[in-house]
């Protein structure tokens, strides 16, 4: 009953978003809303949504002051002079500006969190793609190339999750795929060449320019200022010296009294900056309903378990291939949690009857991220999203089949190098 509901469920949910027939944040609260109320899970539902609330609001928190600090930095021109540095560079080239993006993705997705990427690529990108007319959907796409290798990292989440599943050293099990993510850079490195040159039939080479040449702007002090409290910021994020999101929370209010000390100009700069932010709040939020409902009904456990179930015992020799195909979808479909922890120890317990050792299997279940990203269980999507205003089916639509050849990348590469076993 629980995987007939669940398969419904998620066809119906990207019937919807893809064909753009509901709004994301529709679709995220009535689709799963409806499937429950047929399984009969009418008066336990609020209690489900509430836990999913719980499970998203630090991340909330977290999104919604990231969103007012950057952009209240981006008010003040801090980023001003490497924007005017990042077109003199670039001379209104397409294929530059693309490769730039992807270059500065990857540099700031090491610390292994989505929303640091997009608030800072974006908060020195943004006003380039708006002046050239290049493609929103484009960019979004290259950023999620970047976040989603960035996400393997050590520190990111799913590399320590398929570790303690396994029980295996973190080290050991990452070093050796160094290679295979390697070649995922290559490859969106391939595709911001790919989408410049497209961009750069459709719109050409466009001289622009960025204000004036002054490095610090008028406001002085304020300008080293704003880069020292930002430093400060991402120092702090690194050593963890606080929870992210009361660190953004001061950060927030700290910049807003010393880039505009007087009470009405706060309040012009928030009520600017209002809508993109309870955009974002309202999406986040709205996924807690399909993650509470997702997880709490055991529509997430029972469909991975019947996949696992599935699988013929023929393709035991090849389970490793196998794990790493089947976590393309799933780790879409559910959260990391319930992959990692419930479906890679069934999956790891029958190929070690093959000789497949727990390493290699762990190895395997990465293969899935760079498609995990586009999740909707993923918060730091919407924010991209809405910080492009661009749509969120239509993102999911168009950089699909760009994120399932980087997961295929990753596999052909992690065979060829005998990380992943093709058959035992």
């Not at 489900?48 to 950057?70: C, D, Q």
């Not at 008010?75 to 397409?94: E, K, S, T």
Request: glycine share 8%; net charge neutral.
């Amino acid at each position: 009953m629980l995987v007939a509901l669940s398969v419904a469920m998620f066809a119906c949910f990207i019937y919807l978003l893809m064909s753009g027939r509901l709004t994301a944040t529709n679709t995220l609260i009535l689709v799963p809303t409806v499937f429950a109320l047929i399984g009969g899970f009418g008066f336990g539902i609020g209690d489900m949504v509430i836990k999913g609330i719980r499970t998203v609001s630090p991340t909330g928190v977290l999104l919604i002051f990231a969103m007012a600090y950057f952009m209240l930095m981006t008010d003040a021109g801090m980023f001003d002079p490497i924007v005017r540095r990042i077109v003199r560079a670039v001379r209104g080239d397409p294929v530059k500006v693309f490769l730039g993006t992807v270059a500065l993705g990857y540099l700031v997705a090491l610390d292994g969190d989505g929303a640091t990427v997009y608030v800072i690529v974006l908060s020195a990108f943004l006003p380039i793609y708006k002046r050239l007319g290049l493609s929103l959907p484009m960019v979004a796409c290259l950023l999620l190339q970047c976040t989603g290798i960035g996400n393997i990292l050590p520190w990111g989440g799913p590399t320590a999750r398929a570790a303690a599943a396994m029980h295996v050293d973190l080290n050991d099990m990452f070093v050796p795929m160094v290679i295979p993510l390697l070649a995922c850079v290559a490859w969106a490195f391939f595709m911001a060449w790919l989408f410049g040159t497209w961009e750069r039939k459709r719109v050409g080479v466009i001289d622009i320019r960025f204000g004036d040449d002054t490095e610090a702007g008028a406001n002085g002090w304020r300008f080293y200022f704003n880069w020292t409290l930002t430093t400060l910021l991402m120092l702090g994020l690194v050593m963890s010296w606080l929870p992210l999101a009361y660190m953004f929370m001061i950060a927030t209010a700290i910049a807003l009294v010393v880039n505009f000390p007087t009470h009405k100009l706060q309040q012009e700069r928030m009520a600017e900056h209002a809508p993109a932010i309870l955009s974002v709040a309202m999406m986040l939020f709205s996924a807690s309903v399909f993650i509470g409902i997702l997880s709490e009904t055991g529509m997430a456990s029972a469909i991975a378990k019947a996949i696992v179930t599935a699988i013929p015992a023929s393709v035991g020799h090849s389970m490793a291939v196998v794990t790493a195909l089947i976590s393309i979808p799933m780790t879409w479909m559910v959260s990391n949690d319930v992959f990692y922890f419930g479906m890679l120890p069934i999956l790891s317990e029958a190929a070690s009857h093959y000789g497949i050792t727990s390493i290699e299997m762990a190895r395997a279940s990465l293969v899935g991220q760079p498609v995990h990203i586009l999740s909707p269980l993923v918060a730091s999507t919407y924010l991209l999203v809405s910080m492009l205003d661009v749509d969120y089916g239509g993102t999911q639509k168009f950089t699909i089949k760009w994120s399932v050849a980087s997961s295929l990348i990753m596999l052909a590469v992690s065979l060829l190098l005998g990380l992943i076993p093709l058959y035992r």
